[in-house]
């Protein structure tokens, strides 16, 4: 009895030394942490799942996560995803945009609320820590910096580009970091870094890539994801039959060539297959791409997750392929030719009638049941 006197004594004069939020129970903490609110969806199950270990949660409140890869790897749809959730919840957003290339009506196709959209454009990297900081003041829910390699310190800036500032990036991102670690757990908002890959000179053995920004901000992030776009996962589409050429579709010079050259049979020919001839036929064309993320570092759950998320170009994460890709990996259905048909309890199914069936209440309620009995 006396011990647990002085336990609940130390607490209290804890507490009332350094502040009531100052000390907490680990299982508090726990029930805490893991509920709904504190998570922060990325717009795709797969991602999700990967992060969380359920496919409804996916960031988690306070953190900050850094998306890194190559170019056209979908690093800032991705984050424009995360955007698209939050103004959903009407969270304000800011967007540092460093690399002065957003497109607010791509944002806008994605699903992003842009009168909950906050843009600025810093003129360095100072100011952009200050900026995210006063952010955070303002009760903004969640910032994206795009991107690290685009934070210029101020003295980079304001030399010339004779002038040496080796690791002078890399210390203004680490101590950025040092601080945002602590302000952004300490206003329950998201932090969102994107960056880009480089590689080491003389690297023989291992893996050369790297990324800007130096090697001490990796240990602030809960979360580091690798996105690749592989060029041989491209999705083609028919491109649009323009149709048959305006009146007889003939250039009156190339009729007068005809007529002088050819006999008259030759000529019906000619002009028969020129009148009915098309402007373009159907061919195929690039509509998206199959983007693979892995999630390289994970404090919330096991690390080393993997999966494909479809993107379509101009209208983002295919939300009908993620959410078909999540029941084929929780094992409710098995696809088959190539994503064209599946299986469902045994039975084969083509993926369009399968869609149709999702948007009958009995059959969406019965997926969705089979879907929380996977967790159980």
Request: charged share 35%; net charge positive.
């Amino acid at each position: 009895m006396a011990k647990k006197k002085k336990d609940s004594n130390f607490e209290k004069s804890f507490k009332d030394k350094w502040g009531t939020k100052s000390i907490e129970r680990g299982n508090s903490l726990k029930k805490r942490i893991y509920s709904e609110d504190e998570f922060l969806s990325t717009g795709s199950y797969q991602l999700n799942r990967a992060l969380s270990g359920h496919h409804r949660y996916g960031l988690k409140k306070g953190r900050l996560v850094e998306i890194y890869g190559p170019y056209s790897s979908g690093k800032t749809t991705a984050a424009l995803h995360v955007a698209a959730e939050a103004t959903q919840r009407k969270m304000k957003v800011g967007f540092h945009d460093c690399e002065h290339a957003l497109q607010p009506s791509y944002a806008e196709d994605i699903g992003v609320d842009l009168d909950y959209l906050h843009v600025v454009k810093p003129y360095c990297a100072e100011d952009s820590f200050e900026m995210a900081w006063d952010m955070l003041e303002g009760g903004i829910g969640l910032i994206i910096f795009d991107s690290i390699p685009s934070m210029l310190p101020r003295a980079f800036i304001d030399t010339t580009m004779d002038d040496k500032n080796m690791g002078l990036h890399a210390k203004t991102i680490g101590d950025g970091m040092k601080k945002a670690a602590k302000l952004f757990d300490e206003a329950g908002s998201y932090g969102i870094f994107i960056n880009q890959i480089r590689m080491k000179i003389g690297v023989f053995f291992g893996n050369p890539e790297t990324t800007p920004g130096g090697e001490g901000k990796n240990f602030y992030f809960t979360h580091r994801i690798d996105f690749r776009a592989n060029r041989g996962d491209k999705i083609t589409g028919k491109e649009e039959d323009t149709g048959p050429v305006d009146d007889t579709g003939i250039d009156p010079e190339e009729e007068k060539i005809l007529k002088s050259r050819m006999s008259a049979i030759g000529k019906r020919k000619a002009l028969k297959k020129l009148r009915t001839k098309k402007k373009k036929s159907k061919g195929k064309i690039e509509i998206g791409i199959m983007n693979k993320f892995t999630v390289v570092k994970n404090k919330i759950f096991p690390p080393f997750r993997s999966g494909k998320i479809k993107v379509n170009y101009g209208r983002g994460i295919d939300k009908v392929d993620d959410r078909l890709c999540l029941f084929n990996e929780m094992g409710i259905i098995e696809f088959e030719s190539g994503k064209k048909t599946l299986k469902y309890n045994g039975k084969g199914i083509t993926v369009a009638k399968f869609e149709t069936k999702l948007k009958e209440p009995k059959f969406r309620a019965k997926i969705k049941e089979e879907v929380d009995n996977f967790y159980k």
